[in-house]
Structure formats: structure tokens, C-alpha cells
């Protein structure tokens, strides 16, 4: 909707592989093409530019080959691959042909999320101390998630916020790694972890914290709740995001929160929600020539340190970065079971 809606798309064309999903999906945009073959988006040398946001994850890494080979700027959905390896060629690939590349990690465009990298960037909280982030989305997409692939809670929830206080705390890097994982809901369903606690050293010091989970109760209609606490010298930033302030009880439904999913979600005329002001955000950057923020080696550290999490919590013990080959290997590895 937000591209079909935007004064910088001259023409939209949209594929999907589900024949009753793209007949919905062309009623609400009023598209050019509407097609079951992405490869045809490609092949038409009027579109500049695509956004490929596909499951499984597995689909990631050729459809985003095959868009940069085609000459096209890509707007990826996390994650950027599900290998380091996969995630070095997409990089090299855009870079050597002069495209735009840019990653789906919507919670940047958050003004909670701004104000905290304003605030370390201003020098208002001083010198960073520790990093406290806990995010618990419903059990809802843990069930979409799982049905369709084996990632762990650290790579499909605690990624938006690893990657967050990475960009937050920048120019530091992350060092190491400890995790744990805690497996008893989803565990006899799905085979993948309900819960995941991360501790990130960074390499001055500053320690960082992320829980992130999904086996909340069903909530409206995938309700997010997320609390953040960073912590300096000279000051500290405590921000509610649990999408609690709106409250809205009847009699059919109950009580529900609604504007509360992660995305956002429209409301007639306008979008709640980072989803928007992301999509928005890689026109410009196409129809401008200006710089994306997400850029693809940032989601490429986010990947690795979730990586890194997964393989911790399996061995039961902290794990240094950069990940060396075999360890990428049983990170991988870990990734899928967890």
C-alpha cells in the first residue's frame, strides 16, 4: 500500500506464488502486473527497484541474487541470508554493481528507537554503560514462524534489537556472546526455543542485554510488548514500548491493544508504525541517490551475532566474534535446532 500510494513509484507490479493472496493484494494496490513469477519482475527493464519480503527464509538469498543481478535495488526482509557466506556474495554483489541494498530491520525507524541513538550520538547519556532490551511477542508467530522454518526466537525477535543496539552504539563492535534458551512450549510443536536471553560484550566494555520471546497468550492480533533501558555515565534512557496506552474492550473480543504489532498496521488515512516510514525511507534512497541507513554489513553483524547466540546456548558457553569458519558452521547449525 505504501508504495502503491507513494508520488516516486511511477508503476507498481507485484507477484505471489498464492493465487487468492494476490488477487487481494492487487485489489488493494491496483498494480501494473499482478504475477505468480517474480522472475518476470525481474526480466521487465522499467522496474528499478524491488522489495522481497518472502517465507520461507530460504527464499532470501536466491530471489535477492537474482534481483541484484538484474540490475535492481533491493529492500530485503530480515534476514539477509542464512549463512555468513550467503550474506558476503549479496554484499559483494550489490556493491560491485553500484545498487542500492538495504535490510528490513523496521525498528530504526521508531522514534523510541531515534531518540536513543540521538541521545548516545548528542553525548546527553555521556559514555554508554549497559543495554537492557526485553521484547515478548504472542505465541501467534511463533506458530507462523515454526510451521514454515526451524530459527530461533534470537533470529527471528532479538535480531530487530541486536541490531538496533548495535547501530545505537556504534562505532563499538561486539566481541562476545553468551545465551541461553529456554525450550517448553514450543519445544513438542516446533522443535525451536519459546525464549532466548543475550549478553553482548562489546569491545569497550559496555555490556547489552536482549530477552526476546514468543509465547505470550494470543494477543491483538500479534501483540508486541518491548521495554528498553540504556544506561550511561552521565544520564539514563528507560522507554515503555508495550503498546499498552490504547485499550480497547467489547463484548465480542474482549479486552485487545490495538497499533500494537511490531510493523504497524493502517488506520484509514495513516500507517502506526515503522513499516511505512521504512518503505518510504528506500524510495528516497532510490528516487535520490541517497545512502540507505540499514546497510547490508551492519545486517550481516546482526546476523552473526545472533549466530553466535544460538551457538552459545547450545554449548553452554560464551562465544568470541568474528565467528571463524567452522564456528559460522556449528552456528548455522544451532540456528536451525534451537
Avoid: C
Amino acid at each position: 500500500m505504501t508504495a502503491a500510494n507513494s508520488p516516486l513509484v511511477r508503476n507498481l507490479h507485484i507477484a505471489e506464488i498464492d493465487p487468492e493472496r494476490l488477487r487481494e493484494v492487487a485489489a488493494q494496490t491496483d498494480p501494473v502486473t499482478a504475477t505468480s513469477d517474480y522472475q518476470e519482475i525481474l526480466t521487465n527493464p522499467d522496474v528499478e527497484a524491488v522489495m522481497i519480503s518472502a517465507t520461507p527464509e530460504t527464499t532470501h538469498h536466491p530471489m535477492t541474487k537474482a534481483a541484484l543481478q538484474a540490475g535492481k535495488h533491493v529492500l530485503l526482509e530480515k534476514p539477509i541470508a542464512l549463512t555468513l557466506d550467503e550474506a558476503d556474495e549479496l554484499i559483494e554483489l550489490a556493491g560491485r554493481k553500484g545498487l542500492k541494498f538495504t535490510i528490513g530491520y523496521s525498528q530504526r525507524f521508531n522514534a523510541k528507537q531515534a531518540l536513543v541513538k540521538r541521545s548516545l550520538g548528542d553525548g546527553t547519556l555521556g559514555e554508554p554503560v549497559s543495554v537492557l532490551i526485553s521484547r515478548h511477542v504472542t505465541r501467534n508467530l511463533a506458530d507462523k514462524i515454526g510451521g514454515r522454518t526451524k530459527l530461533s526466537p534470537a533470529a527471528m525477535e532479538a535480531t530487530h534489537d541486536i541490531d538496533f543496539a548495535l547501530w545505537a552504539l556504534e562505532p563499538r563492535l561486539p566481541i562476545r556472546v553468551y545465551a541461553q534458551a529456554v525450550e517448553k512450549v514450543q519445544k513438542p510443536k516446533y522443535d525451536v526455543a519459546d525464549f532466548m536471553s543475550i549478553v553482548i560484550t562489546m569491545d569497550d566494555g559496555v555490556v547489552v542485554t536482549i530477552g526476546a520471546g514468543w509465547i505470550l497468550p494470543p494477543g491483538y492480533p500479534n501483540f508486541s510488548s518491548t521495554w528498553m533501558e540504556f544506561v550511561g555515565s552521565d544520564g539514563a534512557l528507560l522507554m515503555d514500548d508495550s503498546h499498552k496506552d490504547i485499550v480497547m474492550s467489547t463484548m465480542s473480543d474482549g479486552v485487545v491493544f490495538p497499533l500494537s504489532t511490531m510493523p504497524g498496521e493502517f488506520v484509514d488515512h495513516v500507517y502506526a508504525g515503522p513499516m511505512e516510514r521504512e518503505t518510504v525511507h528506500f524510495l528516497e534512497a532510490v528516487a535520490l541517490d541517497r545512502p540507505v541507513m540499514v546497510t547490508p554489513a551492519q545486517a550481516r553483524l546482526a546476523m552473526e551475532v545472533y549466530m553466535a547466540a544460538d551457538l552459545s546456548a547450545e554449548r553452554n558457553q560464551a562465544v568470541d566474534l568474528p565467528l571463524d569458519g567452522e564456528a559460522a558452521q556449528l552456528a548455522l547449525a544451532a540456528s536451525v535446532r534451537l
